[in-house]
Structure formats: structure tokens, C-alpha cells
């Protein structure tokens, strides 16, 4: 009897696994762990209903990716079943070097090490485990595969990880502005010289795909809120890191967390306690926090009472940066409400750059494949929005502050 499991997504109805190593991989404690990281982080304090995780982000990516592979296969693109095996299982994984919080914490918990790089280790750390049955998942996931289209469909600028994260988040948020026609940009597929490409006939549903992602940074995860709340995160595990290693005894609440923050190479140490990193998650994180709402320390008890309790730090946005004189005020006015120092009070006081891009026309190219054979980069056609929009990544200035200081 063929293997067949299903599961029930309330974005895409019925997901199906007919194959016995992905479930295996599926049902393995580091695939499992990511139940426990939010896909959107701290957003859910703006958007109440977004609280899905990154377990449900990667098997819609693998929904994703096994239709766009049946439709590739009705084109006549040759993909074998092993391809489709690899293909799949690279997708499923690709997010499984995310830490708690995902790109919230990115460069704070770990510094010097990119969670792809951290993908990339726990997929050979898994590798090894199936004696081998991920080599070609794993040269997929590399893009050292020779089918270049392979790795596309899991990583570009238009791969099904972000098809599956604008629908997802869109769906969970309730931000309608992210909705895309997945399913049409997954018909218009097809691939020339090796590479994806969208037919031309799927121009308008790119524009659009390209335009709802955009909006979705804007509107939530660049939302002003969302970037108060996730600075006080970094803040809150940025003053725990200096207060751990003189600290006696457990520091936070998992043992787990103790040793990141108290490491000094995050790279090298994350090689050496790979099994340590695939036990850190959100509720690491969230538990330590109100462990810290009782801690000596009053910058750190502070931002742990205002963030559990959603006393969020105001975030102001304009188009330009904020001068000098407007943050060391409101610096100084934080020091006098608190009673701690001026130097004492960025903690509480601090300015930023939000950055949101629509399209990079020199990284990994959405091409068009018109009727004719000719290849275009979306950029470059006449008649679409894009070409009306600047290519530049669009900046926002920020700073944040206390409610009371004004």
C-alpha cells in the first residue's frame, strides 16, 4: 500500500505527504521545533490572529513547491521522481536554521552567523543522519544542483517561500493587502535554459505579487508597532547578553538560553552545539522575559514589564533621519522620568532605519518568456507598474520612546 498522510491547512485545504522520508524528516525533533517559532514574530501584538509559525510557513512552501513541480512535469520539463523528492525536502527545510523570534533576533541572540548558514548545518547534521538520503535535497538547497530552476523555485525572487509567506501572513493577519494569485503565478511557470521563468500572460500577476509584497512591509511587518515591540525585544536580549556573564547560577529561565548568552563566538560555539541551538525557541525566549520583570537590574526588569504587558514603546516614522537635538531631548526627558542617566536611557530612546525593496533587478531575475522566445527581466517590460517604481529600496526613519515622554 503507497504511503499517504494528509494534512489539514486553513490556507490551502488538505496538504499531502505520499512519501516515507518526508515524513520521516517531518516527524524528526528539529523539523518539530519549529512549531515553536512564530512565523511573524512580535506582529501578533498588532494583528491578534497572526500566530501561525514557521511549521506551518515550510509546509506550505512544500504545498507550493508540489504544484508547481506537477505543473513544470504537465509542460513536459523533465523532473525525476528523486528531483521532486529533493526539491520538496530542501523547501521543507530551508527555514530550519531559524532562532527564537526568527529575524527579529537575527543578529542579536547570534551575531556573526546568518540563519542560512545555520540551515545549512542542520541539514547536514541530517543529512548524516539518513546516511546520505538528502544529497541531492541538500545540492537543490546549495543551488549546485544542474537544474538551476530547482533551487529557484525554493529560493529567488520568486520562489514559493515567499508565495507561501505573503498568503499565509496575509491570511493569519488579516492585512488583505498581501493576497496574491499563487495559483496563477504557479500555472504561468515554466522553465528556459535551465532557469524558471513566468510566461507571458503571467506579467500582471507578478506586478501584482511584487506591489503585495511591498504593501505587506509597510503594513505589517515594518508596521510601526510591530517595530517598537520588536526593538524591545532586541534591547531586552542585547542587556540580558551583558548582565549574564558576571551573573551567578541560572540567568534565564532555560539552560539553553544561559549558554547562548554567555558564549562569545556564536559561530563557533553554534558548530560545536549544534544539538544546543535545536533546543532554543520563542518559549525560551518568552519565559525568560517574565522571569526578568523580577530582576535587580531596572533597565532590563523595565523593558520586560512594558513588553509583557504591551506597554509597547511609541515609534514615530518620517522620511527623513531625526536630528541629534530631538533624540538626546528625548533622552534626557526618559533619564529625569526613570531617575537613571542619560547614557542609562538609549535604552529606552533610540532611532533606526526600516528599509523595504519591491524588486532588485540584480538578484536572481524574474524573467519573462514572451511568445516570440525573447527573455525579459520584469523590470525592463514597457507596460507594467514596476518600471514606474524606483528600483532603490524605500528607507523610513524611526525612533522610539517611552508613552510618557513626549
Known amino acids: 500500500?503507497?504511503?499517504?498522510?494528509?494534512?489539514?491547512?486553513?490556507?490551502?485545504?488538505?496538504?499531502?505527504?505520499?512519501?516515507?522520508?518526508?515524513?520521516?524528516?517531518?516527524?524528526?525533533?528539529?523539523?518539530?521545533?519549529?512549531?515553536?517559532?512564530?512565523?511573524?514574530?512580535?506582529?501578533?501584538?498588532?494583528?491578534?490572529?497572526?500566530?501561525?509559525?514557521?511549521?506551518?510557513?515550510?509546509?506550505?512552501?512544500?504545498?507550493?513547491?508540489?504544484?508547481?513541480?506537477?505543473?513544470?512535469q504537465g509542460k513536459g520539463i523533465a523532473i525525476s521522481k528523486e528531483e521532486e523528492q529533493g526539491a520538496k525536502i530542501a523547501i521543507l527545510l530551508h527555514d530550519i536554521g531559524h532562532g527564537p523570534f526568527s529575524h527579529a533576533l537575527e543578529h542579536v541572540l547570534i551575531e556573526d552567523m546568518h540563519?542560512?548558514?545555520?540551515?545549512?548545518?542542520?541539514f547536514e547534521e541530517l543529512n548524516h543522519s539518513f546516511k546520505g538520503a538528502l544529497d541531492m535535497a541538500l545540492a537543490i538547497f546549495k543551488g549546485t544542483y544542474p537544474k538551476p530552476f530547482l533551487h529557484q523555485l525554493i529560493s529567488s525572487q520568486l520562489d514559493v517561500d515567499r508565495m507561501d509567506y505573503l498568503t499565509r501572513d496575509s491570511f493569519y493577519s488579516g492585512v488583505s493587502e498581501g493576497v496574491i494569485?499563487?495559483?496563477?503565478?504557479?500555472?504561468?511557470?515554466?522553465?528556459?535554459?535551465?532557469d524558471l521563468v513566468i510566461e507571458e500572460k503571467g506579467i500582471y500577476s507578478i506586478e501584482k505579487f511584487l506591489v503585495a509584497r511591498r504593501l505587506m512591509y509597510w503594513?505589517?511587518?515594518?508596521?510601526?508597532?510591530?517595530?517598537?515591540?520588536?526593538?524591545?525585544?532586541?534591547?531586552?536580549?542585547?542587556r540580558a547578553k551583558m548582565l549574564a556573564p558576571a551573573s551567578v547560577g541560572s540567568f534565564s529561565a532555560s539552560s539553553s538560553l544561559d549558554a547562548f548568552l554567555r558564549m562569545e563566538n556564536s559561530?563557533?560555539?553554534?558548530?560545536?552545539?549544534?544539538?544546543?541551538?535545536?533546543?532554543?525557541d520563542d518559549y525560551d525566549v518568552l519565559c525568560s522575559i517574565k522571569k526578568w520583570t523580577e530582576h535587580d537590574d531596572f533597565i532590563l526588569?523595565?523593558?520586560?514589564?512594558?513588553?509583557?504587558?504591551?506597554?509597547?514603546l511609541k515609534t514615530t516614522l518620517q522620511e527623513f533621519p531625526f536630528d541629534k537635538e530631538t533624540i538626546e531631548g528625548l533622552q534626557q526627558k526618559a533619564a529625569t522620568l526613570f531617575g537613571i542617566s542619560v547614557q542609562e536611557a538609549q535604552w529606552?530612546?533610540?532611532?533606526?532605519?526600516?528599509?523595504?525593496?519591491?524588486?532588485?533587478?540584480?538578484?536572481?531575475?524574474?524573467?519573462?518568456?514572451?511568445?516570440?522566445?525573447?527573455?525579459?527581466?520584469?523590470?525592463?517590460?514597457?507596460?507594467?507598474?514596476?518600471?514606474?517604481?524606483?528600483?532603490?529600496?524605500?528607507?523610513?526613519?524611526y525612533i522610539c520612546r517611552p508613552g510618557e515622554v513626549r
Open 1 to 72: 500500500m503507497a504511503f499517504r498522510k494528509i494534512i489539514n491547512d486553513p490556507v490551502y485545504g488538505f496538504i499531502t505527504i505520499d512519501d516515507a522520508l518526508i515524513y520521516e524528516i517531518i516527524s524528526h525533533p528539529y523539523y518539530q521545533r519549529l512549531r515553536r517559532i512564530h512565523q511573524m514574530a512580535l506582529a501578533q501584538l498588532v494583528y491578534p490572529g497572526a500566530v501561525h509559525t514557521r511549521l506551518h510557513h515550510s509546509l506550505g512552501a512544500y504545498h507550493l513547491i508540489s504544484q508547481a513541480i506537477l505543473e513544470l
Open 115 to 122: 540563519h542560512e548558514e545555520i540551515s545549512l548545518l542542520i
Open 181 to 194: 494569485g499563487y495559483d496563477r503565478i504557479i500555472k504561468m511557470m515554466t522553465v528556459s535554459d535551465g
Open 219 to 238: 503594513q505589517a511587518y515594518l508596521h510601526k508597532t510591530v517595530l517598537g515591540a520588536e526593538n524591545m525585544l532586541v534591547k531586552i536580549l542585547q
Open 267 to 280: 559561530g563557533e560555539f553554534i558548530k560545536k552545539n549544534l544539538e544546543l541551538f535545536c533546543r532554543l
Open 301 to 312: 526588569r523595565e523593558l520586560c514589564i512594558r513588553l509583557i504587558n504591551r506597554r509597547i
Open 348 to 397: 529606552f530612546v533610540f532611532d533606526g532605519i526600516a528599509t523595504n525593496r519591491m524588486y532588485n533587478p540584480g538578484n536572481e531575475q524574474i524573467k519573462i518568456l514572451f511568445k516570440d522566445g525573447r527573455l525579459r527581466n520584469i523590470s525592463e517590460v514597457e507596460y507594467v507598474l514596476i518600471q514606474q517604481v524606483t528600483n532603490a529600496p524605500a528607507n523610513k526613519f
